[in-house]
């Protein structure tokens, strides 16, 4: 089975500055998907960037970037110059390449921004 | 069409009775999806629907929930008996058949166990 790991139940930083936040993740397939979701207080989950496991190159999204490490199983999220609005629990997310196959979380990392 | 709709926003409700939820998914979506959440854990699949087609359950999805999706348009998700382990956000998503495709989200049904 899938495991997807977020070792950093909470982490911080200062208006402007730039944090990673850490994810791992447990496979023996060589296709699949892997995603960041948001989830700020209003509950809704809002997907901020996904990356193919057959794309070497890392995704990227305005301010949000990745660094997948597909021999590691390491998926990790960088925001830059991090804003108010990015406070939120931040979830890494795994799903198999098979259609409509489910989702598989990580336990969350929940991001405090300084102003 | 403004997102995955769902209702009610919260749920409060004693012991031992049933309660339903609705979710009704982005129109053009045939993937439906149920997922719970409990406070501080990331959410935990239950089930998904291919059009009316339920595909796939959670081992979590005791008999005591079962979920519908006639015509396959809205979706309801029932849990019988209700008991305190039920209370939780029950969260609804729906997505495109293939693809790279992450999943759209609704804002959840809190549902409360007195």
């Known amino acids: 089975a899938q495991t997807v790991t977020q070792s950093q139940p909470e982490m911080s930083v200062q208006e402007a500055e730039t944090v990673t936040l850490s994810c791992t993740y447990d496979t023996s397939e060589s296709d699949y998907y892997l995603f960041w979701y948001k989830q700020p207080p209003s509950r809704q989950m809002i997907l901020v960037i996904r990356q193919e496991a057959y794309k070497q190159q890392n995704a990227t999204e305005n301010r949000f970037s990745v660094n997948f490490q597909k021999a590691a199983k390491s998926f990790s999220l960088k925001i830059s110059d991090s804003q108010l609005g990015d406070a939120a629990m931040y979830f890494c997310a795994y799903r198999r390449e098979t259609s409509g196959s489910r989702l598989t979380f990580g336990e969350g990392t929940q991001l405090t921004v300084n102003p | 069409d403004t997102g995955v709709s769902q209702d009610p926003r919260h749920k409060i409700t004693k012991r031992g009775q049933n309660v339903t939820f609705r979710c009704d998914p982005i129109s053009e979506h045939n993937r439906l999806y149920w997922y719970r959440q409990t406070l501080g854990q990331g959410p935990e699949f239950l089930t998904y629907?291919?059009?009316?087609?339920?595909?796939?359950k959670s081992r979590l999805l005791s008999d005591r929930f079962s979920a519908e999706r006639p015509k396959g348009s809205f979706s309801t998700l029932e849990i019988q008996r209700t008991e305190q382990g039920d209370s939780a956000m029950y969260l609804c998503?729906?997505?495109?058949?293939?693809?790279?495709?992450?999943?759209?989200f609704g804002s959840g049904t809190r549902l409360t166990v007195v």
């Open positions: 998503a729906s997505s495109l058949e293939a693809g790279a495709y992450g999943y759209t």
């Open positions: 629907f291919q059009n009316e087609a339920q595909l796939e």
